[in-house]
C-alpha cells in the first residue's frame, strides 16, 4: 500500500500558476509511473499528465505546453507545474501512482485547484 501527502493547490486567479507536490510512501516510487488526474464537478476523473519510470510523459491536450509533470525519485515525489492557469482548470485534482500511466493503482487524498478573478 502506498500513501500520499499532497499539496500545492488553492486558489489563483486566471493566468496565474500553481505547483502541486505529490510526496509518496515506501521504497517502491522509483518502480512506479506516476501522475495526476483532474475531476470537476459534474465530470468524469480526467488524465492530466502522467510519467513513467524513465520518466517519458504525456499530457493531456488541453494541458500541454501549460503544465510540466517531474519526478524527484530520491525525494519519492512528483510535481505539477501549472502555469497560465484557465477557469477550465478548476477540480479536484488526483496524484497517483501505477505500472503505467493510465493504469492508476494507488490514489492521493485529492487537491483542490480553483481558478477564478
Do not use: H
Not at 44 to 63: K, M, P
Not at 87 to 99: L, M, N, R, S, W
Not at 111 to 117: A, D, L, M, R
Amino acid at each position: 500500500q502506498v500513501q500520499f501527502v499532497e499539496s500545492g493547490g488553492g486558489l489563483v486567479q486566471p493566468g496565474g500558476s500553481l505547483r502541486l507536490s505529490c510526496a509518496a510512501s515506501g521504497s517502491a516510487f522509483s518502480s512506479y509511473a506516476m501522475g495526476w488526474y483532474r475531476q470537476a464537478p459534474g465530470k468524469q476523473r480526467e488524465l492530466v499528465a502522467g510519467i513513467t519510470r524513465g520518466e517519458n510523459t504525456i499530457y493531456a491536450d488541453s494541458v500541454k505546453g501549460r503544465f510540466t509533470i517531474s519526478r524527484d525519485n530520491a525525494k519519492n515525489t512528483g510535481y505539477l507545474q501549472m502555469n497560465s492557469l484557465k477557469p477550465e482548470d478548476t477540480a479536484v485534482y488526483y496524484c497517483y501512482t501505477g505500472f503505467g500511466v493510465g493504469n492508476p493503482l494507488y490514489w492521493g487524498q485529492g487537491t483542490q485547484v480553483t481558478v477564478s478573478s
